[in-house]
């Protein structure tokens, strides 16, 4: 053959066999995992911003040509704020949809719900929301705080600030009453006084005895674990009753700047809540997270604490698959143990012990504009410590095994 000829001939292979890797890779397929949250129900006041979140870092990483040369493919499945859902759809996402990992729950009672299946199957959850502690799984990352990054430095901070004598208002369900009895504990060492404690059945309105024995016993702080959006109707009562944050001031646990959006800023500047993020934060990652957010879903939304770690925790994982090569679930659960990153709020890693994430701890007072403003912050991340030191951890072992047994075999009270 004519060397003039061999040129061109050599040049169609290439570009042939070039287009022929591209269509492969194109072809491959993709990598699923699963976003289990409340998209109805109770819990979708909080839970579908969190879902939102998430797929945005999962938009994010695709456009950047996704892992491993596969894009990953996001498949939602509602938990419907009902336990029972979650643990159904936590399943089928595990042995039907066979994806990868689950990013999902903000009830501790949902988390509890699916956690035996997590560790039947060998699987992986990550878990957004800060909680009650007393658990570790290998299993799940927990993403969140631990109660002694947000409940703990929250009740000092008011010890210090605000007063001694709290009021605990609750959902009826194990994270309220586990933060509560940890917060009991807490008040107790310090020297103050709980003056009163009510619980409301998640998804209840009912808020009105509650609202009166908070008068009748004149708090000096209340301490909100209310989840879901009974909290409409407990701050709109509170008002009604006269009881403002000038008079007698909130801490919240579970209300962050999407709450307020439905809550109303205007009725709530000067209240406080403890979180590890707040959408204030001046850093160029949290800056870019929150111009990218907003893009995406609207100049009118927010962020906030549990939809960034929503949100970073989706790189974590993807950074334990490059390191891994693979999206093999039990390789990236050894894998995931060695990751960090320098989040939107701040530097987070994965302690290897406890597969919680090392987080700063911020307290702040709402604004009118319904951001918050920092009055304090730990500075630098704090270790997670699931268990903390008032009980052993066969004392909190107990006190769970209790709630569930007094609840009928479930982790929340059903009202039955």
């Not at 008068?215 to 009562?237: C, H, S, Y």
């Not at 990236?332 to 320098?342: E, F, Y």
């Not at 702040?364 to 008032?390: A, C, H, L, M, N």
């Amino acid at each position: 053959m004519n060397r003039k000829v061999i040129i061109p001939v050599v040049v169609v292979v290439l570009v042939v066999a070039t287009g022929l890797i591209w269509w492969q890779s194109s072809q491959k397929v993709p990598i699923k995992i699963g976003i289990l949250h409340s998209f109805s129900g109770t819990m979708a006041i909080s839970e579908k911003s969190v879902a939102d979140a998430t797929l945005l870092a999962i938009e994010e990483i695709n456009e950047k040509g996704g892992l491993l040369g596969r894009r990953i493919e996001p498949i939602v499945a509602d938990g419907r704020s009902d336990w029972p859902t979650f643990a159904k759809e936590a399943e089928r996402l595990i042995t039907e949809e066979k994806v990868s990992v689950i990013f999902g729950c903000w009830t501790s009672a949902s988390r509890k719900t699916v956690k035996p299946l997590f560790e039947k199957y060998n699987h992986l959850l990550f878990y957004p929301v800060q909680y009650e502690g007393l658990e570790e799984s290998p299993n799940i990352i927990y993403t969140g705080a631990a109660p002694n990054q947000q409940i703990i430095p929250a009740v000092k901070w008011a010890f210090d600030n605000l007063g001694k004598k709290y009021f605990l208002i609750a959902s009826d369900y194990v994270f309220p009453r586990s933060a509560n009895m940890i917060i009991k504990d807490q008040v107790t060492a310090l020297g103050g006084e709980i003056a009163g404690e009510e619980y409301i059945l998640l998804g209840s309105r009912d808020v009105k005895e509650a609202i009166q024995k908070i008068r009748e016993t004149k708090p000096d702080v209340i301490l909100n674990t209310i989840n879901g959006d009974t909290n409409v109707a407990f701050f709109r009562e509170l008002r009604k009753a006269g009881i403002t944050p000038d008079k007698l001031p909130t801490i919240s646990f579970s209300i962050a700047e999407d709450e307020l959006r439905t809550l109303g800023a205007k009725n709530m500047v000067g209240d406080y809540a403890c979180w590890n993020y707040f959408q204030a934060i001046d850093t160029k990652e949290n800056n870019a997270f929150v111009k990218n957010f907003k893009n995406k879903y609207g100049q009118d939304r927010v962020t906030d604490d549990p939809m960034e770690a929503g949100y970073f925790g989706v790189y974590l994982w993807a950074q334990a698959v490059k390191d891994a090569k693979t999206d093999d679930v039990a390789r990236v659960r050894k894998t995931i143990k060695n990751q960090s990153l320098n989040a939107p709020g701040g530097m987070v890693y994965v302690d290897a012990e406890n597969n919680h994430t090392w987080k700063t701890v911020r307290i702040g007072k709402v604004r009118k504009d319904g951001q918050f403003d920092t009055v304090w912050s730990s500075e630098k991340p704090v270790r997670p410590v699931p268990y903390p030191i008032y009980k052993t951890k066969s004392q909190w072992d107990k006190f769970l095994k209790d709630l569930y047994e007094g609840w009928g075999g479930n982790w929340a009270n059903s009202g039955k």
